[in-house]
């Protein structure tokens, strides 16, 4: 069973930057897989943040991120980064990871197979 393990969350202040990575546990290679990042908040749905196809050729972004985040995959393509900068109060959310094979880019969990565990980013005023 594959697993994509997230890194990377914290706090930070406003305007502030953090980099979150996911990768796949054991031999699991990512090269093949279309990711996404969603966020979550406490008794809210959980929001499409960022996507990108299995080159990297491609990526989407929701509005309230472009300009701000960036999602990049690794050289060998087996991490997925989303660097966020200009962080606001409102980014703060359970940050996720998520992969599918495919050759688009996907902005709906439920086009998701597989997902991480979460990591916290919290953003202080």
């Known amino acids: 069973q594959v697993q994509l393990v997230e890194s990377g969350g914290g706090l930070v202040q406003a305007g502030g930057s953090l980099r979150l990575s996911c990768a796949a546990s054991?031999?699991?290679?990512?090269?093949?897989?279309?990711m996404g990042w969603f966020r979550q908040d406490p008794g809210k749905e959980r929001e499409f943040v960022a996507a990108?196809?299995?080159?990297?050729?491609?990526?989407s972004y929701a509005d309230s991120v472009k300009g701000r985040f960036a999602i990049s995959r690794g050289n060998a393509k087996n991490t997925v980064f989303l660097q966020m900068n200009s962080l606001k109060p409102e980014d703060t959310a359970v940050y996720y990871c998520?992969?599918?094979?495919?050759?688009?880019?996907?902005?709906?969990?439920?086009?998701?197979?597989?997902w991480g565990q979460g990591t916290q980013v919290t953003v202080s005023s």
């Open positions: 054991g031999r699991t290679f990512l090269s093949d897989y279309a």
């Open positions: 990108i196809n299995w080159s990297g050729g491609v990526t």
């Open positions: 998520a992969a599918r094979l495919g050759g688009g880019t996907y902005t709906v969990s439920r086009e998701y197979d597989l």
